[in-house]
């Protein structure tokens, strides 16, 4: 994961939470390696370069329709789980962030 201290600034300015900084950041370094595709791991890398920001990719065109499909995507999948599996499925995210957070940086 690169290690650049003003993505990580941005990073926590935009989320508010050092834990959810760093679970964003690890999520961009996921997308850079190709985990959705060659247009999201263009997006992830620009970021983490510091050439764009959010704000500005979610202002952009150029990959709305990927981010789009992903949102579907997360979507579709939340909706065919019970309430039951959702519960889980939130609850362990949950929990997987509480770690983070109490975890040395």
Same mark, same amino acid.
């Given at each position: 994961m690169m290690d650049?201290?003003?993505i990580d600034q941005?990073?926590?300015a935009?989320?508010?939470d050092a834990a %959810? @900084? $760093?679970a964003?950041?690890?999520d961009?370094?996921?997308l850079s390696q190709g985990a959705a595709g060659p247009e %999201? @791991? $263009?997006m992830a890398n620009e970021l983490l370069q510091g050439r764009t920001n959010l704000r500005a990719v979610a202002r952009s065109g150029a990959y709305a329709e990927q981010m789009l499909n992903g949102i579907t995507a997360f979507r579709q999948r939340m909706d065919s789980m019970s309430q039951?599996?959702?519960d889980r499925f939130l609850e362990q995210a949950r929990r997987l962030l509480e770690e983070s957070r109490e975890a040395p940086m």
């Open positions: 650049d201290p003003q941005a990073l926590l935009g989320t508010g %959810l @900084a $760093e964003v950041k690890a961009l370094d996921r %999201l @791991a $263009e039951a599996e959702r």
